[in-house]
T-cell receptor
Framework: GIQVEQSPPDLILQEGANSTLRCNFSDSVNNLQWFHQNPWGQLINLFYIPSGTKQNGRLSATTVATERYSLLYISSSQTTDSGVYFCAVEPGSNYQLIWGAGTKLIIKP | DTGVSQDPRHKITKRGQNVTFRCDPI?????LYWYRQTLGQGPEFLTYFQNEAQLEKSRLLSDRFSAERPKGSFSTLEIQRTEQGDSAMYLC??????????????FGSGTRLTVV
């Protein structure tokens, strides 16, 4: 089945820094989503981005479907950005999301 | 739009007891999913519905697990004869599907189950 790899697995930054998280997938996908799971466990959908670039405030994402990767950019990090960032893809006509292992981000004040 | 609601938020039960969780999806969404997540892992697919029809169930889901979505609205997930290995966060999500997925998934806050 399709493999989803996220990097880096862990990232520790000072408040105000910028970061780039990467998601590689091994086969073509119907859609790709980025989620943020906060320390209380709530999963928030950040982007639904099967291809192209989207921006939402300090966050932006780019998916290059032909090269099978997606990037999540976080600018001017805040402590509330801490948590785990997951990439999840829906392969082919499958209904099921395949999840990466996540990137654990810690923003220090 | 009040988002996806799950009840209860926490449940502690003794091994062998039955438990039932409820999920109220976003009203415009026709797909509803159940996932399970353990500490340090990504969510694991359990089952999903399109309207009232349960279209797929994970092979990881034992016969002790059953889910329903009567009338295509809220859904319930029941675990019979709970085991300690069932301890996890149970997450519900919904989405709108019309030939293809339109927009992303919206997750609820989850129900944390502890089996003692």
């Amino acid at each position: 089945g399709i493999q989803v790899e996220q990097s880096p697995p862990d990232l520790i930054l000072q408040e105000g820094a910028n970061s780039t998280l990467r998601c590689n997938f091994s086969d073509s996908v119907n859609n790709l989503q980025w989620f943020h799971q906060n320390p209380w466990g709530q999963l928030i959908n950040l982007f639904y981005i099967p291809s192209g670039t989207k921006q939402n405030g300090r966050l932006s994402a780019t998916t290059v479907a032909t090269e099978r990767y997606s990037l999540l950019y976080i600018s001017s990090s805040q402590t509330t950005d801490s948590g785990v960032y997951f990439c999840a893809v829906e392969p082919g006509s499958n209904y099921q999301l395949i999840w990466g292992a996540g990137t654990k981000l810690i923003i220090k004040p | 739009d009040t988002g996806v609601s799950q009840d209860p938020r926490h449940k502690i039960t003794k091994r062998g007891q039955n438990v039932t969780f409820r999920c109220d999806p976003i009203s415009e969404h026709n797909r509803l999913y159940w996932y399970r997540q353990t500490l340090g892992q990504g969510p694991e697919f359990l089952t999903y519905f399109q309207n009232e029809a349960q279209l797929e169930k994970s092979r990881l889901l034992s016969d002790r697990f059953s889910a329903e979505r009567p009338k295509g609205s809220f859904s319930t997930l029941e675990i019979q004869r709970t085991e300690q290995g069932d301890s996890a966060m149970y997450l519900c999500a919904s989405s709108f599907y019309s030939g293809h997925l339109l927009g992303g998934y919206t997750f609820g806050s989850g129900t944390r189950l502890t089996v003692v």
